[in-house]
């Protein structure tokens, strides 16, 4: 629960950037800061309680055969945890910095989506335990940054 | 191994490939679409039928012949893309790479590379045919045009535009969700099983493959444009757009879910193996 609300924050603004961005303006920051502060509470709360690792599933793509099965899992361990918060407070500070950088910009609402979802994918890298889920979000990571380079 | 060498010209595989970059500058959108998407999968379906299912003897003779053929062209046209200023040239280097790929997986001898080859002809139908939708048509439509030179920030002011040059650049590179991915997997983890060596050098697909989708895609999304005639530039039509989301969206919606084409093209494929 708490695990899936400190990974709620980064793509739910993600996808108010993207949707509803060009509506709500600046006033989609003030939700970006909430959503990430809802975030960032659940992970320090996530840290104070020493739990055992538990496994998900988040998603299978089916397998195709017995050989091939592709699950990808994430599982909350004390470290990823740990970087989980790491990586959120420091993109609470970026995007509060990316906020003011970034107010001239006519696409500042989609440079600020970007962030998020390259803050997301980055949060789900720190808690998968699994090859597959690995390769994706390093390759969500890799289109991220791409984007963001190139914006 | 003559049927080899006929299929191989058709696939194509290196010494006999260059026909296809030649033969797709000079066609026209359907003609290009048609040959990209499915006279080179009927390649895939000769070599199925007339190698693998005819004469298995032959086909595991000379496997390892075909796998270094299909390795050395893979190699070469994916490093080609690179060199290239013409962009329907470089997606037909594209297709000659992915080509190859399955050429790989169907003679690697493996379900796992069998069935991804399959899947892999599939994903390179749709994605092919809509860069070459991409190229051949909305870009040439507007520009006149098919050297990157002068589509530099083509895109710069139709946003439409953009973010289908990036879900089709993406489809043919792979990202995780399309069918292109899992199929570049499975034949992957299938030639490992069988033949490591090939399995590591086959792993750098993955890099090669990322560099010349994106390659094009920067060049036309970036930079200082050459003229300021791009301001005026027109949009993705809507016949344009549903053409290129009925080509993308079967991509993507398989390669979530696999599992529906198990039972279509997946019964026969064990039956292949030698």
Redesign the interface.
């Known amino acids: 629960m708490l695990l899936s609300l400190s990974i709620f924050g980064p793509i739910a603004s993600a996808l108010i950037y993207f949707n509803f961005g060009r509506y709500l303006g600046n006033y989609s920051n003030y939700l970006m800061l909430g959503l990430y502060f809802i975030s960032l509470t659940s992970c320090l709360l996530l840290i104070s309680t020493t739990i055992t690792d538990n496994l998900v599933i988040l998603f299978s793509f089916t397998k195709l055969s017995t050989v091939l099965s592709l699950n990808l899992e994430i599982a909350s361990t004390n470290l990823s945890q740990v970087v989980l918060t790491v990586i959120i407070l420091v993109s609470y500070c970026v995007n509060c910095y990316a906020i003011y950088y970034m107010s001239s910009d006519a696409f500042n609402t989609k440079f600020i989506g970007l962030l998020s979802a390259f803050t997301f994918s980055m949060c789900l890298l720190a808690i998968s335990s699994n090859f597959v889920s690995v390769f994706v979000f390093w390759e969500l990571i890799g289109l991220f940054s791409f984007l963001l380079i190139g914006f | 191994m003559l049927i080899a060498l006929g299929i191989a010209n058709k696939v194509p595989t290196v010494p006999l490939h260059i026909w296809l970059p030649k033969a797709h500058v000079q066609a026209n959108v359907s003609t290009s679409i048609i040959l990209a998407a499915i006279i080179l999968k009927l390649s895939t379906y000769a070599s199925l039928i007339l190698l693998i299912n005819l004469m298995p003897n032959a086909a595991a003779y000379f496997s390892s012949t075909l796998l270094t053929i299909g390795l050395i062209s893979y190699i070469h046209s994916s490093l080609a893309t690179l060199s290239q200023i013409d962009s329907k040239v470089l997606a037909a280097y594209s297709s000659v790479a992915h080509m190859c790929l399955i050429t790989i997986g169907i003679h690697s001898n493996n379900?796992?590379a069998l069935?991804?080859a399959i899947?892999l002809a599939l994903a390179h139908a749709s994605s092919s045919a809509a860069l070459f939708t991409l190229f051949g048509q909305v870009l040439y439509d507007r520009l006149h045009n098919r050297l990157f030179y002068y589509m530099r920030n083509v895109a710069a002011f139709a946003p439409g535009l953009k973010i289908m040059l990036?879900v089709t650049m993406?489809a043919n590179s792979g990202?995780?969700?399309t069918i292109n991915w899992?199929s570049e997997?499975?034949i992957l983890?299938g030639t490992a099983a069988t033949n490591l060596f090939v399995a590591i050098i086959l792993s750098t697909t993955i890099f090669t493959s990322?560099l010349y989708s994106?390659w094009p895609y920067?060049f036309s999304?970036?930079g200082i444009a050459i003229t300021n005639k791009f301001n005026y530039i027109l949009d993705l039509t809507k016949l344009e757009t549903s053409l290129l989301l009925y080509l993308l969206v079967p991509n993507f919606i398989f390669g979530?879910?696999?599992?529906m084409l198990?039972p279509i093209i997946?019964k026969d494929v064990v039956s292949l193996l030698y």
Do not use: R
């Open positions: 379900y796992l069935v991804g899947l990036l993406l990202l995780p969700g899992l997997l499975s983890t990322a994106f920067s999304t970036a979530i879910n696999a599992w198990e997946l």
